[in-house]
């Protein structure tokens, strides 16, 4: 009974010493799977967040691509179009460009204050005498709405007298503040829409101004201009 109890402990021990390693391995299996899994889990979900962060990066880059050639051009037609700030000296200095290439003659203009408008759209009002035959001046009025910045003929009196025709004109011209604040990196861009591009079309046939804003003089200034 003594050896079947001694041949038993031995193999007890040798079954267990066989084990043990085992059993370490799948507690080990056990604490790896209850904390790292999740962990994997999650950079699998990261993995896929930075792939798709990636495509439409690409996208984004691929659209610019194909933008980039007439976007700088595009972008000078359209804030000359519509700027940023009051434009009441590029349109008067249209108006009286215009009025040289019709052959009218024009005279007392003024501009008002300006005035916000709805939608952050801010008007310039400019008044002014026109002077001409009556075909010059119907011309002129018709390519009025044909300059930049873009104007509107707001107010029309004309006047027949025998030497030619004589009108009081009141049109206003527009501009607004541009966007402070650019879409996030990882948003998607899409082209412009059928819409957009029949806007800047037209927008680009308009008459550009030769100045938008006056430019700072040149040279050293006197800071004591009357003195020696």
Known sequence: MQNVMKNLSENVRRAVFAGAPLLIVIVLFLIVGKFGVPKV????????????????????????????????????????????TNPALAV??????????????????????????????????????????????????AEVTKIAPITTVRKITINETAGGTSADIGVVSYWADFPKTIPAVTEPITDFSPEDKKILSNVSTLIQPTFMKIPPSSGDINPSPFGQ
Do not use: C
């Not at 610019?64 to 000078?76: E, G, H, I, P, R």
């Not at 204050?113 to 075909?135: H, M, Q, Y």
């Open 41 to 84: 889990l999650e950079l699998r979900s990261q993995v896929k967040s930075a792939q798709k962060t990636e495509e439409k990066l690409t996208q984004k880059l691929n659209l610019l691509q194909t933008l980039s050639s007439d976007v700088a051009l595009k972008a000078n037609i359209v804030s000359s179009a519509l700027p940023d």
């Open 92 to 141: 008067m200095s249209q108006l009286k460009n215009l009025a040289l290439n019709q052959g009218v003659v024009l005279s007392e203009m003024r501009s008002s204050s300006a005035t916000g408008g709805t939608g952050g759209l801010n008007e310039v009002a400019i008044s002014f005498k026109l002077d001409g035959a009556r075909p010059q001046v119907n011309s002129y009025l």
